[in-house]
């Protein structure tokens, strides 16, 4: 089985550093996603580890530890428009399922 | 180019009825997966279909089904509605079978009275 672990909630200052962690336990790994999902929209793709490391995109990046079953997401100088619930999820090697965490919603102060 | 298309955007429904949902995937993707999502909690996989058949499912009862269509379009169906049953239901295309690359449909809002 597969299970995933983020924070509830998280809050930050307008122009600051967020990490957003998140931790799973899976038997056949085979990626890892972070989407963004604004109150009421559909999520939308941020990024896919599947090697260890850290990627960065603009003010995103993520990181990925395989053997400490962890990876996390940091966005830099927040803007109000980064409120939203974000999304990690595991892609299972063995039947290609994508399995999402329960979202960590963050709130953006000015 | 169209992205993943969802009819209807809302619905309403009691308790006992049927209802089916339905998703257009973005041109080029022949890979259609459909979630629930209940209210701040995150989308669960329902099932997957790919060629008109179903490939994956999640553990979801039989009450929910689906189909895949010729042209990559898909429906889900859900009977005997629950209260439970009231989430945003979200289809998701990929390409060539597989599930990465998923783009998300906006998402049809269902209220189970």
């Known amino acids: 089985g597969q299970n995933i672990d983020q924070p509830t909630e998280m809050t930050a200052t307008e122009g600051a550093i967020v990490q957003i962690n998140c931790t799973y336990q899976t038997s056949g790994f085979n990626g890892l996603f972070w989407y963004q999902q604004h109150a009421g929209e559909a999520p939308t793709f941020l990024s896919y580890?599947?090697?260890?490391g850290l990627e960065e995109k603009g003010r995103f990046s993520s990181f990925l530890s395989r053997s400490k079953g962890y990876s996390y997401l940091l966005l830099k100088e927040l803007q109000m428009k980064d409120s939203a619930s974000y999304l990690c999820?595991?892609?299972?090697?063995?039947?290609?399922?994508?399995?999402f965490g329960k979202g960590t919603r963050l709130h953006i102060l000015p | 180019d169209a992205g993943v298309t969802q009819s209807p955007t809302h619905l309403i429904k009691t308790r006992g009825q049927q209802v089916t949902l339905r998703c257009s995937p973005k041109?080029?993707?022949?890979?259609v997966s459909w979630y629930q999502q209940a209210l701040g909690q995150g989308p669960q996989f329902i099932f997957q279909?790919?060629?008109?058949?179903?490939?994956q499912r999640g553990n979801f009862p039989d009450r929910f089904s689906g189909h895949q269509f010729p042209n990559y379009s898909s429906e889900l169906n859900v009977n005997a509605l629950l209260l439970g049953d009231s989430a945003l239901y979200l289809c998701?295309?990929?390409?060539?079978?597989?599930?990465?690359?998923?783009?998300f449909g906006p998402g049809t809002r269902l209220t189970v009275t």
């Open positions: 998701a295309s990929s390409p060539q079978g597989s599930s990465y690359e998923q783009y």
């Open positions: 041109s080029g993707h022949d890979t």
């Open positions: 999820a595991v892609r299972d090697r063995r039947d290609d399922k994508i399995i």
């Open positions: 580890n599947v090697l260890d």
């Open positions: 279909y790919y060629e008109e058949e179903e490939r």
